[in-house]
């Protein structure tokens, strides 16, 4: 007996050591298919491919440029919200440009300084910041009552006039800037809370597929109206611009362009040797040769010269007073309109302006961390991003700018390219601040045709559309479940704003405050998607399976080197020592102590 047991443990211990040798087997190759996988290939929609990942950092050159490229791509809309704004704010025609020139510069600045927080110490996802158009909606809504709403010229006097007026007025464009600055700054604080608290945290164990599929498809599907706004200034450029983009990313990007290599070192030798210059900058290679065309058919009086026609905006020479006016340093200063106001009305539809921004600024960290070869954003990460988003709402607020949030287009610009290196995202605040303070380089980027950059929307709305869609391949779609929450929260999310904006002031509470926030809330149709996938997929019976949330839960299980990518960018060796950062809900061990 006493022989079989040891023959039985002997043949056991050969066993176990094989079985080890296996399991060490199976994780060094686990390791090797990770880091093939960083490097080359990405389990992500947009991911596959990468030209530079995350964590990638490419020659000083290579970042200028693609941050040049990120910055065309976002840089009509710093274009279009001074002059929306303006009108707005009822600025009189004789002070209009100057303060346009003031928000612009405000605006920019705020866009600069909220990417470089964002990428460095907020979620660190190549991700760019931008004015919030969620904000803009009941920003609009408060200057459209009394006593902010714009006088009728015809029937009441110009409020903004005193000189040729019997009766002195309060109300001027000034005032109107420094109650929206107020509410920006309360709704401001409210974001920082909500990042800060760790509420957003808890709020993602509950988020699935379905929950970000509907949102990141809204997102898409809430760009294709504005670059239509662009696009119809001119199809054939607009035209162009796409198809150049479509063409170079999709058609060339495998064909390398030769250029002459020479080294040094050990031997003085020159060859030819290639680069992948379509797929690498195809958004400014279609950009510069559609600018140039526009260049073309501008010197040669092809495109009207009459400000009234549409297709003068495809003019290059359009603002060639303003580039000539425009002082070369020009440095905008906080509160330049006064000390803000504050009013309960304002302040509740900025905070749920703010809280929609939220929603979408989810949606587009899951979609950046998709398409840039990250793993999904842990609880810290989106935390440490909602509250850098508030805090620069807070700067925002500031310096007379409307809030910020992450732009969908420029995670949509990473899918096109394959650049989604975190360091060209940081390039790109640098460009932001040189166009914000340098007034002449700004004014001369402001010459660039907007039907190019609808030219250019037109391809990434689509883009951001099919990430949200391809979400959906976690979960079964088989299911009658799924299909029935996927469709019923897109349809609503487009369904709804669309019957507000047809039926104006349709909703009547009896109270201002009331209608504001449903109106506000109704009209965000990314907030609505989100909302209803949310609810419906953690309410409606269904196995974890069906829902998409193994596979959701377990897309990194196996990249866990990739985390990294979300730790701070210094000091992590003190902060894992210290045992009280686990509670922390914005430090990196916060994630440790929910597992």
């Not at 094989?18 to 390791?31: F, V």
């Not at 158009?133 to 009441?156: F, H, N, R």
């Not at 309410?539 to 701070?568: C, H, M, N, Q």
Request: glycine share 8%; hydrophobic share 45%; with cysteine.
């Amino acid at each position: 007996m006493d022989m079989d047991t040891e023959k039985v443990q002997s043949v056991q211990l050969e066993f176990n050591s094989i079985d080890d040798l296996i399991r060490d087997q199976r994780d060094q190759t686990e390791i090797v298919e990770d880091d093939s996988l960083r490097q080359h290939d990405s389990d992500q929609p947009g991911g596959s491919q990468l030209k530079y990942s995350i964590d990638d950092i490419p020659p000083w050159y290579a970042c200028l440029l693609f941050g040049l490229q990120q910055h065309l791509t976002m840089f009509s809309s710093a274009l279009v919200f001074p002059f929306i704004m303006a009108n707005m704010y009822c600025v009189p025609d004789d002070e209009k440009s100057t303060v346009i020139a003031q928000l612009f510069s405000s605006i920019v600045l705020i866009e600069s300084v909220g990417t470089f927080l964002q990428s460095t110490f907020g979620t660190r996802l190549p991700i760019i910041q931008g004015i919030a158009g969620a904000l803009y909606v009941p920003a609009s809504v408060i200057m459209s009552t009394q006593p902010w709403k714009c006088p009728d010229p015809e029937t009441e006097p110009d409020l903004n006039n005193t000189v040729n007026s019997t009766v002195e007025y309060e109300i001027t464009y000034s005032d109107r800037i420094r109650e929206i600055q107020g509410a920006t700054l309360v709704a401001a604080c409210f974001q920082m809370l909500l990042g800060f608290s760790g509420v957003m945290s808890f709020v993602i164990r509950y988020v699935g597929p379905l929950t970000v599929g509907p949102t990141i498809t809204l997102i898409g599907l809430y760009l294709y109206p504005i670059s239509l706004t662009y696009i119809k200034i001119h199809w054939g450029i607009a035209v162009l611009s796409m198809a150049l983009t479509t063409i170079f990313s999709q058609y060339l990007r495998k064909v390398k362009v030769p250029y002459p290599r020479c080294t040094c070192k050990p031997q003085r030798k020159c060859s030819l040797d290639g680069a992948n210059i379509f797929a690498l900058f195809p958004v400014l290679l279609s950009v510069l040769i559609s600018w140039l065309v526009c260049y073309i058919l501008t010197i040669t009086d092809v495109f009207p010269y009459d400000p009234t026609d549409p297709a003068f905006e495809a003019r290059t020479d359009r603002n060639a007073e303003s580039i000539a006016s425009i002082p070369w340093i020009w440095f905008p200063l906080p509160f330049r309109w006064g000390l803000p106001t504050v009013s309960v009305a304002a302040v509740i539809g900025l905070c749920v302006g703010s809280v929609a921004s939220v929603i979408e600024s989810m949606g587009d960290y899951y979609a950046c961390a998709a398409i840039s070869g990250a793993p999904t954003p842990p609880g810290h990460a989106i935390n440490r991003g909602i509250s850098m988003e508030g805090f620069a709402c807070l700067l925002a607020g500031m310096w007379g700018s409307l809030g910020v949030t992450s732009y969908s287009a420029n995670i949509a610009a990473i899918a096109i390219t394959k650049v989604g290196s975190r360091r060209v995202i940081q390039w790109t605040s640098a460009l932001l601040f040189a166009f914000a303070v340098v007034g002449k380089i700004g004014a001369v980027v402001a010459s660039l045709p907007t039907p190019i950059i609808g030219g250019v929307m037109w391809v990434s709305s689509g883009l951001i559309v099919a990430i949200g869609v391809s979400n959906l391949r976690h979960t079964d779609m088989t299911s009658t479940r799924n299909l029935f929450i996927f469709g019923v929260a897109v349809v609503s999310g487009i369904m709804l704003p669309e019957y507000l904006n047809s039926e104006p002031g349709i909703i009547q509470t009896g109270s201002f405050e009331a209608d504001q926030v449903l109106e506000t809330i109704l009209k965000t149709g990314m907030l609505i998607a989100g909302v209803i996938g949310f609810v419906l997929d953690n309410t409606v019976p269904g196995t974890a399976k069906e829902r998409g949330l193994l596979t959701w839960k377990s897309i990194d299980a196996g990249r866990k080197f990739a985390a990294e990518s979300y730790d701070l960018p210094f000091g992590m060796s003190r902060v894992r020592g210290w045992k009280w950062t686990r509670y922390i809900p914005i430090c990196p061990t916060f994630a440790k102590k929910e597992e």
